[in-house]
């Protein structure tokens, strides 16, 4: 059905239209996911523009501000790198190597490792989510790579009696000492801490782009032969621990089913079914395989009865549903009578669009895995998007893993680490 009876051009819709209306929702708020100390220092949700001007320091930065906690140099001169960031298949990991390459002025061979989302071991970067990964997350690590090299540079000064505007750096080599001297950054600092921070009053001066090596390069990602060829355990799922049993949850057929009755005779006879474990409504397996897993939970869908009162109704009546079911209305901003601008408008575009009900969901089953290690630690693997957001809330703990680690989902002894992708 046609809207209109004839085309108008960008700028006719501009210049006749009193008032354009869009609505839309945003899955939570990234300025509200980010540290309080942090937030409050993000004009526009972005972060604060250090004196003089330059690219805004970063909220994540600014709450965690040692360069120890971003990157490291071990003995032989090679630089790991420690971000907050997960990879969620997004290709981050390259990007960061092509920053911290650059800012640092490394060979790209000269990265060893990075080491994404573990509680305990990298910052604490909030959600890995809305598409700012290497906005933030890149950029604190661009301005600890910077520190951390006018640091070495400072060191080398000191050690020759130069100014360090006379040095420059190459491969992680420092030029310009007496006679032609040259240290390494191995030599200066592998194997040892930092021990400074990136000061907000005085930032690290970054380098100017037209002096990239890297960045803005098309670059493979380091990461595709260990995904194609699966010469090690990659993926959550690939993980095998000893004694490791495996656990399946049998889902209700529709939201907020109530379970009536669960015969579990037939499944408890599946050879490797350790337990079926009932709280409610929540039904789960433990097995010595998947397989076993598997084949409990088909078997308990079978026959079990639910009572279900809020059913999906069919995918043809899905649009009238969404608009008629409960729901509640949340205002972003109102900054004017949207009613009365209305009235005023010169004309008024009408248009309904509407796409297929979708699931927001895993392209293959979710996974954790709870580790009890002696002493009483737990190392939990999780598919989280935020792993410390993950290790302080119970509730998040107890849905991944079952009843298994909630207990200690806010003890310091719990580590968190993302599933690897």
Same mark, same amino acid.
């Given at each position: ?82 971000? #907050? ?24 061979? /000269? ?14 970067? #909030? ?9 933030? +997350? ?33 491969? +992680? ?34 380098? =100017? ?43 209700? !057929?529709?939201?907020?089913? /109530? ?24 039904? #789960? ?79 293959? !089953? =979710? ?15 999780? #598919?989280? /998007? ?19 680690? =909630? ?15």
């Amino acid at each position: 059905m046609a809207i209109l009876d004839k085309d108008i051009t960008r700028k006719e819709f501009l210049a006749g239209a009193g008032l354009l209306v869009v609505g839309f929702s945003l899955a939570g708020n990234l300025v509200g996911a980010m540290p309080a100390a942090a937030a409050s220092k993000i004009p526009g949700g972005t972060g604060s523009p250090p004196p003089g001007g330059g690219p805004p320091l970063p909220p994540d930065l600014m709450s965690t501000p040692t360069v120890d906690s971003w990157l490291t140099v071990d003995s032989n001169g090679n630089v790991n790198i420690l971000t #907050g960031k997960v990879r969620l298949g997004q290709g981050i990991g390259i990007a960061f190597e092509q920053i911290v390459a650059d800012e640092l002025d490394i060979d790209l061979s /000269q990265i060893a490792s990075i080491t994404f989302g573990t509680t305990g071991e990298t910052p604490p970067e #909030g959600y890995t989510a809305g598409s700012t990964s290497v906005e933030i +997350g890149g950029m604190s690590l661009r301005y600890a790579s910077a520190a951390a090299r006018e640091y070495l540079v400072g060191l080398a000064a000191a050690k020759w009696h130069v100014h360090p505007s006379t040095l420059t750096v190459s491969k +992680g080599v420092i030029h310009g000492g007496p006679g032609g001297a040259t240290v390494s950054y191995a030599t200066l600092i592998g194997g040892k801490k930092f021990n400074i921070t990136v000061n907000p009053a005085k930032p690290p001066t970054l380098k =100017s782009p037209a002096d990239y090596e890297y960045v803005g390069k098309p670059l493979p990602r380091l990461a595709i032969p260990s995904i194609m060829f699966a010469n090690e355990p990659y993926y959550l799922h690939n993980i095998r621990l000893p004694g490791m049993l495996h656990g399946r949850v049998l889902r209700p !057929p529709s939201p907020w089913a /109530q379970l009536l009755s669960l015969p579990t005779e037939n499944a408890s006879k599946i050879e490797g079914v350790v337990k079926i474990v009932k709280n409610g409504s929540f039904v #789960g397996v433990i097995a010595e395989t998947e397989w076993a897993a598997i084949q409990a939970v088909a078997v308990l869908r079978a026959e079990s009865k639910w009572g279900q009162t809020n059913q999906f109704p069919p995918m043809a009546e899905i649009n009238t549903f969404l608009r008629t079911a409960l729901h509640s209305d949340v205002r972003e901003f109102d900054t004017f009578d949207v009613d009365q601008s209305m009235k005023k408008a010169a004309t008024v575009i009408k248009a309904d669009y509407s796409v297929p009900y979708l699931s927001h969901g895993t392209m293959g !089953p =979710s996974c954790s895995i709870a580790w009890l290690h002696k002493g009483g630690k737990w190392t939990i693997y999780d #598919g989280t /998007q935020g792993p410390n957001r993950f290790r302080e809330t119970p509730g998040e703990a107890r849905s991944r893993v079952l009843d298994l680690a =909630s207990r200690h989902a806010g003890d310091p002894l719990v580590r968190v680490v993302p599933a690897p992708h």
